[in-house]
């Protein structure tokens, strides 16, 4: 009698144990849900991208703990900061780590012309903003860009 009783205790226990593990399970990573290419502001509403000027990559994910995001340009004609630098010198598997939902990286298109900017946690990808970037010149806090 006691084996039969200690047995419905223990597959009990196992039971409950394992709903509770279930509930308080982290969610599966809800990957990258939005990119966004700020403005600056020298440029106006039609052309706020030029070539050489450095602008903020926004790239917000679902939860607000996510391991990190990777910000690529589909162009190349670009550089990311601290991105490139910490691939190049510390780490080359640095991706943008994730504050609040929000990664954050600094871009700089090095030519113009159409850039997607994508941003993803897996290899399945994410979403992409795609902008044009016109011939530019930083100035001051913002940009001078070429019609």
Sequence with gaps: MRASRATRVSSLAVV???????????????EVV??????????GPTTP???????LVVAK????????VSIVDFNRAS??????????????????????????????????GEHSLMAYQT??????DTVTVNPGVPFGPGCIVAP
């Design 16 to 30: 409950v144990c394992a709903a509770v593990a279930t509930w308080f399970a982290p969610a599966a990573s809800a």
């Design 34 to 43: 939005d990119v966004t290419v700020v403005p600056g502001l020298g440029g």
């Design 49 to 55: 991208y030029g070539a050489g000027c450095t602008y």
């Design 61 to 68: 994910t679902a939860a607000s703990s996510e391991p990190g």
């Design 79 to 112: 550089t990311f900061f601290p991105q490139e630098l910490i691939w190049d010198t510390i780490n080359p598997y640095y991706v943008s780590p994730v504050i609040l939902g929000h990664a954050f990286t600094l871009w700089t298109p090095t030519a113009p």
């Design 123 to 128: 290899s399945a990808g994410g979403p992409i």
